[in-house]
């Protein structure tokens, strides 16, 4: 009789626990398109757009498959110039630093470019045209199809890369190489595209499993913290101010928002054309403002939403 008690207690308590987190799954999110934020002339039309990034002027910058690959708009949604111009095989991942320099992954080429606020390259990881993981001749570090970039406090730069060799970069400030992590694979520490990375308040690392469908969640010297397997497949993330999470999930064509302790606060899209829906969204940003933007792969836009 005990022993029974025990098994039906116990199916209760897995029970609730599914349900409550199916009402975490598909809790709502009110969201408002806002229409024609940007102030697009007949002559700019973007291509595929894979990032997107705002620095603390409010400038939104547009990286893009299109004829200009990265373009700035200024806080009214004005063009402002084209930036790279004529530098980049394939865009992918945009970051904008605390000094507002800007830092661009090109999986066409191999590259991580670190631009200065005023455009100018001035640093450049990885040899271009050049896939691999280590240049014994010169030695210099390489990369194969890096994805994203992201930033500790101390001014470590953490980059995924990311289609070619499944592991994550650290770097000193100064691009100096400090380590590496990972292995192609669906194990623990194993990666399939790592795709995405951020890293929160208190120095852990995520980075977004793409295919392997799940977020890893790592210290700053690699060792594994948590993973997070129920959340889609992660192929943007982005860390608000608020310390939350910003995912997009282009698979399932919605985006989402999580608190740090991978519970979801809400979800928000369908597969579509028409405004609030998505075809691949890719990048995410949250504006000085609160306001979210998304990249979108297929649908060759960006998206902008206010929370209700």
């Known amino acids: 009789m005990y022993f029974r008690i025990i098994f039906f207690f116990l199916l209760f308590v897995q029970s609730w626990s599914a349900s ?25 039309n973007f291509g595929e757009v894979s990032g997107i990034a705002q620095n603390s002027k409010g400038h939104t910058f547009v990286f893009n498959r299109g004829p200009h690959p990265l373009i700035e708009f200024d806080n009214k949604g004005f063009f402002v110039r084209y930036l790279v111009e004529g530098l980049i095989k394939i865009s992918h991942g945009i970051r904008i630093d605390s000094e507002d320099n800007i830092w661009l992954t090109d999986v066409g080429s191999h590259l991580v470019l670190k631009l200065n606020p005023n455009g100018n390259i001035i640093m450049v990881l990885g040899k271009s045209n050049m896939p691999g993981e280590w240049d014994n001749n010169t030695q210099t570090l390489l990369f194969n199809k890096p994805a994203d970039v992201g930033f500790g406090s101390n001014g470590n730069i953490f980059i995924t890369d990311g289609y070619g ?14 380590k590496a992590w990972g292995s192609k694979g669906n194990e623990k520490g194993q990666f399939n595209i790592p795709h995405a990375v951020v890293i929160d308040a208190s120095g852990l690392v995520y980075i977004a499993d793409r295919e392997n469908k799940r977020i890893q969640i790592f210290d700053q010297e690699g060792n594994l913290v948590k993973i997070w397997t129920h959340i889609g497949s992660p192929y943007g993330l982005y860390l608000s101010q608020k310390q939350e ?35 691949m969204p890719h990048g995410i940003i949250v504006t000085l403002t609160g306001e979210i933007i ?15």
Do not use: H
């Not at 282009?250 to 809400?266: Q, Y």
């Open 245 to 279: 999470i910003f995912l997009t999930d282009g698979v399932a064509n919605r985006i989402l928002k999580l608190d740090l302790n991978g519970n979801i606060i809400g979800t928000y899209g369908t597969s579509g054309k028409a405004a609030g829906q998505f075809g």
């Open 20 to 44: 409550a987190q199916q009402k975490i799954d598909t809790a709502k999110w009110l969201l408002k398109p806002v229409e024609k934020f940007l102030k697009l002339s007949a002559d700019i």
């Open 165 to 178: 060799n499944s592991r994550v970069i650290k770097l000193d400030k100064n691009g100096k190489f400090l």
């Open 294 to 308: 998304v990249a979108e792969i297929s649908n060759w836009r960006i998206q902008k939403f206010s929370e209700k």
